[in-house]
């Protein structure tokens, strides 16, 4: 399979538990977009990243909320902390850059339940 | 003010009729706009870009007004499949809309 793929599919934590998210992009797409989405909303950007470099990380997003791309490839989003309003789908995405018409693929999302 | 909004519908019709979503933009630099697709716990799909002269894509139309900083997306003699919920992106960074859904009755 050689689209965007996402580790674990579900994830239930107890409030308070540290939490991380894998994301293995296109192999040849240079940006990686994370995503959170809840019921009846569309996908709230959370970060994005070209290659290793996070180019910007969404106001909304507190500090308990980190994503790293070592290495340009993979990428990794934790939540430290987890709160009960965490509860969501996290969506990562990837495209390659090509001036301004940039196709994205998604990957079928971490749900993620804070109990 | 959201960077993209749109109206959340739903959007009932029947098959056969044509229906436009519109969706407003803040951000008066923004120089990519897509349309996706999401279907119920799906993952979004892209269904269209938006070019500054428009362009259509067989029964669906997309147009940009950058003037008024606006995307619409028409689609024509709607079928059953094509209900599902209408997501407007703008910018480099995709920024989504909050989404139109649409539901189309025999």
């Known amino acids: 399979d050689t689209g965007v793929s996402q580790d674990p599919r579900h994830k239930i934590t107890k409030r308070g538990q540290n939490v991380t998210f894998r994301c293995d992009p296109i192999?040849?797409?240079?940006?990686l977009y994370w995503y959170r989405q809840t019921l009846g909303q569309g996908p709230e950007f959370l970060t994005y990243?070209?290659?290793?470099?996070?180019?910007?990380k969404s106001r909304l997003l507190s500090d308990r909320f980190s994503a790293e791309r070592p290495k340009g490839s993979f990428s990794t989003l934790e939540i430290q902390r987890t709160e009960q309003g965490d509860s969501a789908m996290y969506l990562c995405?990837?495209?390659?850059?090509?001036?301004?018409?940039?196709?994205?693929?998604f990957g079928q999302g971490t749900r993620l339940t804070v109990v | 003010r959201k960077e993209v909004e749109q109206d959340p519908g739903p959007f009932n019709v029947p098959e056969g009729a044509t229906v436009a979503f519109n969706c407003t933009y803040s951000?008066?630099?923004?120089?990519?706009f897509f349309w996706y697709r999401q279907d119920c716990r799906k993952e979004p799909k892209l269904l269209m870009s938006?070019?500054?002269s428009g362009n259509e894509d067989g029964r669906f139309t997309a147009q940009l007004n950058r003037a008024s900083q606006y995307i619409s997306l028409l689609i024509r003699d709607s079928k059953l499949s094509d209900s599902a919920t209408y997501l407007c992106?703008?910018?480099?960074?995709?920024?989504f809309g909050t989404g139109t859904r649409l539901q189309v009755f025999p």
């Open positions: 995405a990837s495209s390659s850059r090509q001036g301004t018409d940039t196709e994205a693929f």
């Open positions: 192999s040849e797409h240079n940006r």
């Open positions: 990243f070209q290659n290793e470099a996070q180019l910007e």
């Open positions: 951000n008066s630099a923004s120089q990519s």
């Open positions: 938006v070019y500054s």
């Open positions: 992106v703008v910018t480099d960074k995709l920024i």
